[in-house]
């Protein structure tokens, strides 16, 4: 009878610990869904290294983006000492070049000498780029389990979603991506009157890059503001682009 009492009980705790964890990716994912459903929101993206990490030559500028709910994104991204401007819609996009303004597939040519150049590498990163609202999401199913404390949702990812996120860039089509190990990484959100207002996560790991070992350790930082009155206004040139 006791047995029957106590292996009970380890149904019932393991049912919670599943119950909520499931209500809170739920809460995430529902959040995530009212930001897309907005009309429009804007957001800043921050990537912060260890100070001397050798990471550091992997680490982006600030981006900061718009997006109108009708999936129009723009997006300004500093790269160096140059900005980087980029209007995307479904799978069409336009990138601002030296050039003017050039469609993803046009910018995404290598050039003349067979190599690809930085524009070409931005042109094929943002054909798989995700707003906030959708990255937020998908973040939240990669995570182990998630956990309510001090304000803020937060868990560990899943070592393949590490994998992923450590590796993710541009890379020349059929290459494959580069071997990650001792992949670790965590994810917070924060959720501000049932609508997502920002979230974290950071990711550590190592792989090769030409031959050396390399450290990555990352912390993405997305805050998002201005929902509901953000506007996106896409000029004439690049509007053709994405037609």
């Given at each position: 009878?006791?047995?029957?009492?106590?292996?009970?009980?380890?149904?019932?705790?393991?049912?919670?610990?599943?119950?909520?964890?499931?209500?809170?990716?739920?809460?995430?994912?529902?959040?995530?869904?009212?930001?897309?459903?907005?009309?429009?929101?804007?957001?800043?993206?921050?990537?912060?290294?260890?100070?001397?990490?050798?990471?550091?030559?992997?680490?982006?500028?600030?981006?900061?983006?718009?997006?109108?709910?009708?999936?129009?994104?723009?997006?300004?991204?500093?790269?160096?000492?140059?900005?980087?401007?980029?209007?995307?819609k479904g799978d069409k996009g336009a990138l601002k070049t030296?050039?003017?303004?050039?469609?993803?597939?046009?910018?995404?040519?290598?050039?003349?000498?067979?190599?690809?150049?930085?524009?070409?590498?931005?042109?094929?990163?943002?054909?798989?780029?995700?707003?906030?609202?959708?990255?937020?999401?998908?973040?939240?199913?990669?995570?182990k389990e998630l956990k309510s404390e001090d304000g803020a949702?937060?868990?560990?990812?899943?070592?393949?979603?590490?994998?992923?996120?450590?590796?993710?860039?541009?890379?020349?089509?059929?290459?494959?991506?580069?071997?990650?190990?001792?992949?670790?990484?965590?994810?917070?959100?924060?959720?501000?009157?049932?609508?997502?207002?920002?979230?974290?996560?950071?990711?550590?790991?190592?792989?090769?890059?030409?031959?050396?070992?390399?450290?990555?350790?990352?912390?993405?930082?997305?805050?998002?503001?201005?929902?509901?009155?953000?506007?996106?206004?896409?000029?004439?040139?690049?509007?053709?682009?994405?037609?």
């Open positions: 009878m006791k047995r029957n009492i106590v292996l009970g009980m380890v149904v019932f705790l393991c049912g919670s610990v599943l119950a909520a964890d499931s209500d809170a990716k739920g809460e995430i994912k529902s959040a995530a869904k009212k930001l897309a459903a907005a009309n429009g929101y804007s957001w800043k993206t921050t990537v912060e290294t260890p100070a001397g990490g050798r990471g550091n030559r992997f680490r982006p500028g600030p981006t900061e983006g718009q997006a109108a709910k009708d999936g129009t994104i723009h997006l300004s991204m500093t790269r160096g000492e140059n900005t980087i401007e980029a209007y995307l030296e050039d003017g303004w050039k469609s993803l597939s046009e910018a995404g040519e290598s050039d003349g000498g067979g190599q690809p150049n930085p524009t070409t590498f931005m042109a094929r990163m943002l054909k798989n780029y995700k707003a906030p609202a959708a990255e937020a999401e998908d973040l939240a199913d990669k995570a949702y937060s868990g560990d990812l899943t070592e393949e979603a590490v994998k992923q996120l450590v590796a993710r860039g541009p890379r020349r089509p059929g290459a494959e991506p580069p071997e990650v190990a001792d992949a670790k990484g965590s994810v917070k959100f924060w959720v501000k009157d049932g609508v997502l207002s920002k979230y974290e996560y950071q990711v550590k790991g190592k792989m090769s890059f030409n031959g050396n070992d390399v450290e990555i350790n990352r912390t993405t930082t997305v805050a998002i503001k201005e929902v509901g009155s953000t506007k996106v206004e896409v000029p004439e040139d690049a509007k053709k682009k994405l037609s």
